[in-house]
Every structure is written in C-alpha cells, then in structure tokens.
C-alpha cells in the first residue's frame, strides 16, 4: 500500500459525493445555478449503471423528460388474485369479488428509462454548468467554521463551503438515527427469451400476487409478486419481487420461485441477456438534520419508504435543495448556519411527515399474510387514481394523503383492517375466522 498523497488542495463552492443518479442531478442543479461545483468519484462518472429504473410515465412527462424513456406502456396491470381459481378476492373493487385471474387495469402510462439516455441528460447538464469531476473514493472529512475539507483515499484534499453525500444507500459520511433493523426490497429479475410469452404481449405488470405455484405452507411465507415487461423484439423481464421485509427475501429463494411461477404457466427460459439483482434499503429512518454533511438519494434516505421508488424524487427534489444552497449562501450564511439550511430545503416538515406515515404504513404490510396483502392491494388501486397515484408517487400532500387513507379504510375489507389496527386486529380476525370456519 502507497502512502497518502499529498496534493495542493482544492476549492469549490460544493463538493458532491457519487456519480449514481443522486449525485448527477444535484451537481447539475446545483452547477446550473452558478455555483463552483466539483464532483468526487471512484471512477469515470460515466461508467454505464447497472440497475434498470422504471417510472410511471406520467412524472418524467411533467418535467419535460418523456424523451428519456426507452419504453412506455399504456397496457399497466396487477393481479391481487390467488390464481387458479382459488379463494380471495380480484383487482377492481374488492367488494366485487371479480374472477381470480382477472387483471387490474391502472389506466396509467408507466416507462422504463433508458438508463443511458438519463445518464447522459445529466452528465451533459454537468459538463454545460461547468461541474469539475476528481477521481477518487472520499474517506474522511474535517469541519471548520466556513466549511469542510474532505480527504480522499489516495489523500487528495477537497475543500468547500457544503459537502452534499449521494454515496448512496450506505452513505459514507451521512448518519441517521438506528431504528432497529431496516427491511430491503430484494428482488430478482431476468431479461430474456421465453418458450412463450410469460406475461400479455405488449403488457407492463407492476404487480402479479398470484401465488398458485406455491405450496400450502410456501403460502403462509412472506408473499413476492412478479414484476414483468414486454421489452419487444421477443424478448421480457420477469422480476420476482420481496416489497420489504427485515431481514430481506433471500435472492436463492426469489429466483427459485420465479422459475416455478414460470413453469406454473408452461414458460421456459430459452436466452439469458440480463440477470438482475436488486437490493436496497425500504424505510431507513431520516437522517440527522443538524450534520454538517448534507445529504441527496439513497444517502438522504429519499427511496419512498412504501413504493421503493426513487429517481421521480431525484428530479422533483433537486431544485429545492439546490435553491435553499443558492439561498443561504447568497444571505452570507457558512458552516453548520448553510448545512442546516440545505437539510430544511431538502426534507421541509410536510415531507418528513409524509415519510413518518409511509414508514408507519410500510411496517403494517410487511406483517400482512398472503391473503391480506392481495385484499389491501385491490383495495388500494381502486381508490380514485389521482390517490393512489399520488401516494405511489408522493406528490400529494399530508391532507390529501390522510383523506386518501381515510377513504382507503372505509372501503378495504375487514381483514385489512384489522390489520392495520395491529396485534388486537389481528387477534379479532383469528378469531372471525375461526367463528366464520
Ligand atoms: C437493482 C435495482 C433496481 C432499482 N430500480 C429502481 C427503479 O426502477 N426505480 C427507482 O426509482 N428506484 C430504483 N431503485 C432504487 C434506487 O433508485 C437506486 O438504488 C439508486 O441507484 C440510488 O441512487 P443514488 O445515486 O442515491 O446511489 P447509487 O446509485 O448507489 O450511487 C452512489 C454513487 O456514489 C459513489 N460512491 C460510493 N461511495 C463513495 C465514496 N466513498 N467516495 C466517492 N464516491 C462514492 C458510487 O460509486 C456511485 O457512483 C433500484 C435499486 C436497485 C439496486
């Protein structure tokens, strides 16, 4: 191992940390509003990304963005039955008790980004607003009255007035509040050819719940859903997927009954292209407000505690704590003043409410068993669309959101509700069940 380099240190307004989708679009806000900006990554930020991100159409088409989409379907469907013609109830109004293998249609456009297309919108924002980009991994960081200055592995030292972290999910320098054990979404996907076409041509699944590749006892286990596309050209990505769950679904156990919901359906692989495997932090508390290092993305726990959706947020969001950053420092303010100001920017108080209650309602579903999580999700999308839609997405606000909730328990069917009343609730629908036989 080298010794520490020492190089002349550098001066920026703002340091942002990472070149993934958070640190991309917070430099270009930030370096589009005349800020020295210098960027710090491990390697060339435009290294291709691996995961692939899907969004509803509709949030890239209110910033301008839909260009940025590779694919857009209007065919969008769930399955909140059982499958094979078994108990519980369909998509549509659960009080309706459609056929079991009835899909739900959402009625929305929702996209895949070409992950390419996006890295390059922001990279080219970046290069235009003049943002520096240095090699190298931060590893420590000093604080001092009018800013910080942050050393690198190989000992570059970085100064500047605000650091902003989009190191991602396990952040390097930001720290939150330890709430316990923080649950994952994992899943695991493939993209390929099939012997056949494993969902409706042309079709986007957000949600297939049925489960009757599954055995009776395989039932009672946390439910995982399948998340598919048509990508064209013959060829699908099929994701089974875990919402959340502490500790998370493990990717053998995923993949495994991928390959027999599959089968269930007479489906084979015939052509691997892409395996996926994805895995990320669902409901990790808030950060720390009153730090010095200001957070962005994964590391500012911005993922949607209920939705496991990020990148909207990403574009929505970076203006506002790239205008609290422009704000505060033209008013002259420095050090802890200008961090404080950045986090308010970035997490005002209806945001970290609304994550209060996403986080709240995150830890009702993930004590759901199978049949009470079909029944709440069939509930839940038949809510008029501009509520569930504003809930998946988080763009409705804390009145609209209670009123949606409000609503969504009027109408959910009993189970749920007791479910989401807790331990009594559930003692009384053991108990229902039981009286009902
Ligand atoms: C497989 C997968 C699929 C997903 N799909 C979706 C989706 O469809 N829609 C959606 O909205 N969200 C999705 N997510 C969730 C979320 O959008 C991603 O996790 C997203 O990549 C997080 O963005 P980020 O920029 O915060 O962090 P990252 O993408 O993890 O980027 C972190 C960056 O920081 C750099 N870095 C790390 N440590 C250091 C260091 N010490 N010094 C300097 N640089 C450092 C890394 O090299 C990287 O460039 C998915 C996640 C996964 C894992």
Known sequence: MGQPRSTALSRCDILVI???????????????????????????????????????????????????????????????????????????????????????????????????ALQAHWLGRCASAGVVWQQGKASSIRHHQEGSTLTTCGGQELAAQLVVDASGHDPVFVRRRNDGPVAGQAAYGMVGRFSAAPISPGQFVFMDYRCDHLSAPERLEPPTFLYAMDLGDGVFFVEETSLALAPAVPFAQLQDRLRRRLAQRGVELRELLHEEFCLFPMNPALPDLGQRVVGFGGAASMVHPASGFLVGGLLRRAPDLANAVQSALEQGLQGEALARAAWRGLWPADLRWKHGFFRFGLEKLMRFDGPQLRHHFASFFSLPQQQWYGFLTNTITPAQLLAAMLRLYGQAPWDVRWGLMGQRGRELSLLARWLLG
């Open 18 to 116: 990472g070149a993934g989708p958070a640190a991309l679009a917070i430099a270009a806000e930030l370096g589009s509003r005349g800020l020295a900006v210098t960027a710090l990554a491990p390697a060339d930020p435009a290294s291709p990304w691996v995961n692939t991100y899907g969004i509803w159409a509709e949030e890239v088409d209110a910033l301008g963005l839909g260009h940025l989409l590779s694919h857009r379907w209007s065919d969008c469907v769930s399955f909140f039955g059982a499958g094979g013609g078994g108990g519980g109830v369909v998509g549509g109004s659960a009080s309706e008790g459609q056929p079991q293998d009835r899909p739900l249609h959402h009625g929305r456009a929702y996209g895949l980004f070409d992950k390419a």
